[in-house]
């Protein structure tokens, strides 16, 4: 069992930074590959990076590819997610997930936080 809080949401003016944290409990944190998604209001949830086990592959949606960049430190048992360049579209409730394959399919995600709210101004 993981369980999974997120932090570092708010509000920030379009060109700008912020970085959302998820802290998980439990011992077997370093077993995880761990997901960042995010829902926008009257949208699907949607992918936006993932990272391995021990951080030796990332990947990215094209939407955030070259702004956001997602990394872990396995002894903090904490994932993060450095957002850049923010823009108004970029405006969602971010999620934090788990699971034991790498995989960017949200449905194969069995651990889930209970979502940030990340609001960019125009």
């Known amino acids: 069992q993981v369980q999974l809080v997120e932090s570092g949401g708010g509000l920030v003016q379009a060109g700008g930074s912020l970085r959302l944290s998820c802290a998980a409990s439990?011992?077997?944190?370093?077993?995880?590959?761990m997901g960042w998604f995010r829902q926008a209001p009257g949208t699907e949830r949607e992918f936006v990076a993932a990272?391995?086990?021990?951080?030796?592959?990332?990947v990215y949606a094209d939407s955030v590819k070259g702004r956001f960049t997602i990394s872990r430190d396995n002894a903090k048992n904490t994932v993060y997610l450095q957002m850049n360049s923010l823009k108004p579209e970029d405006t969602a409730v971010y999620y934090c997930?788990?699971?034991?394959?790498?995989?960017?399919?949200?449905?194969?995600?069995?651990?889930w936080g209970q979502g940030t709210q990340v609001t960019v101004s125009s």
């Open positions: 997930a788990a699971d034991i394959n790498y995989t960017v399919i949200m449905n194969e995600y069995d651990y």
């Open positions: 990272i391995s086990w021990n951080g030796g592959a990332t």
């Open positions: 439990g011992r077997t944190f370093s077993r995880y590959a």
